[in-house]
Each structure stands twice: as structure tokens, then as C-alpha cells.
């Protein structure tokens, strides 16, 4: 029996899932939105390719953060126009690229509701699900701008979540980075690590109840 079918034979009240990394490998689309990433900022100041990426590159130093949204939205732009041009323009051809992992696979089977909570945009997310016929098999996306532009592993990040671990109820959360796992674990969640082919457990976040 794999950790998977372990889980599922629980009474789960919530589902929670990240996107890239965990139902999706989107490596090669993450390289085609830093490329339009770099044409927005190379616009957005007046210059070239290059230094467009230079620019974007310090932008994310200078507000401490990993994600160009967060940092654009910390330095006062609007960032409706900059996810329009980046992770919404990268077309059907390039989303196509993607893969669902073998996780992906089974969602249909686990029984409980369902959500995403990734540190993209949500509407990248709900595109990448409906390319592959899987927005359905979910309750509701919630991404950087639902989380008040506060990403995982932060606390805050997990919002969504605390209504119903307050309630007592179990929630399982999946996540490809061991961080998030660890956040999600600490909050009261079962919390397990996709490693690409197989769920796995982090340090003593063992139990199953």
C-alpha cells in the first residue's frame, strides 16, 4: 500500500494541492514566462532585453522576495497588466508542454473536497488545469493575489486553510517543497512532500490522524 492509498482511506474533510511541481512539471513553461517576464520589465523601463532581466533580477532583491509579482506589487505597480503579459500570454502550444505528474492522475480518486493553494496567479493555474481537463476536480484555486500577495512557506500564506483546521477537521496538504510541507504540518495539516514519483514524510510528521 502506497502513502497515497494510506491517506485516502482516511475520512478527509480537505484536500490541499500545490500546482507546478506537484500536479504539473512545468519546467520548461517557467522558462518561457521569465523570458516574457524579461520583455515586460525591458518595456516597463524603457530599455533593452538584457537589462530588462538585470532590472527584474534587483526588483526582487530589493523588496526580499522570490516572486517577481510580490515584488512588483511591494514596489506599488499594478500586476493585473504584468500577469496578463507573462503567465496569461504563453499560449496553448507552451502550456502543452507541461506534464501532469502521476499525482495529478489520481485527485479524481480521493475522496473530500479539493483545492489548490500555489504561490502563482490563480488564473495560470486554472489554465494550466483546464488544458489538461482537471479544473473541475477542484473546489477552488487560491494564488498570490487571494493571498494577499503573502506566499508559502509564511504563515499567513495559509489562510484558507485555518477556518477548517479551527473546526477540528482533517486536512492533507501535498506540496513539492519540503518548507511548505513543514509550515503546513506545524498549523495542524497531515502534510506530505511529492518528490516527483511518490509521496514521502518530513522528519516527524508521521502521524496519519
Not at 514596489?75 to 503579459?85: L, M, Q, T
Request: glycine share 6%.
Amino acid at each position: 500500500m502506497t502513502e497515497l492509498d494510506r491517506l485516502a482511506a482516511l475520512h478527509t474533510d480537505l484536500w490541499v494541492f500545490d500546482n507546478d511541481g506537484t500536479l504539473f512539471d512545468v519546467s520548461h513553461l517557467e522558462r518561457v514566462i521569465e523570458h516574457l517576464m524579461d520583455e515586460f520589465f525591458a518595456k516597463l523601463f524603457n530599455t533593452n532585453f538584457v537589462e530588462g532581466r538585470s532590472i527584474r533580477i534587483e526588483y526582487k532583491k530589493r523588496y526580499s522576495t522570490r516572486s517577481t509579482v510580490v515584488a512588483l506589487h511591494r514596489g506599488g505597480i499594478a500586476v493585473e497588466s504584468f500577469i496578463r503579459e507573462t503567465y496569461l500570454a504563453v499560449g496553448h502550444e507552451a502550456i502543452s508542454t507541461c506534464s501532469p505528474t502521476a499525482l495529478a492522475s489520481l485527485v479524481s480518486k480521493l475522496p473530500g473536497r479539493k483545492i489548490v493553494l500555489t504561490n502563482n496567479p490563480s488564473e495560470f493555474t486554472l489554465q494550466v488545469l483546464r488544458k489538461f481537463g482537471l479544473d473541475h476536480m477542484f473546489d477552488s484555486i487560491y494564488g498570490i493575489r487571494e493571498l494577499n500577495f503573502i506566499m508559502k512557506p509564511e504563515h499567513e500564506a495559509f489562510a484558507p486553510l485555518k477556518a477548517v483546521l479551527a473546526e477540528k477537521k482533517r486536512v492533507i496538504f501535498i506540496d513539492d517543497v519540503a518548507e511548505n510541507v513543514i509550515a503546513a504540518a506545524r498549523l495542524g495539516c497531515i502534510a506530505r512532500r511529492w518528490n516527483g514519483k511518490r509521496l514521502v514524510k518530513i522528519g516527524g510528521n508521521n502521524a496519519l490522524s
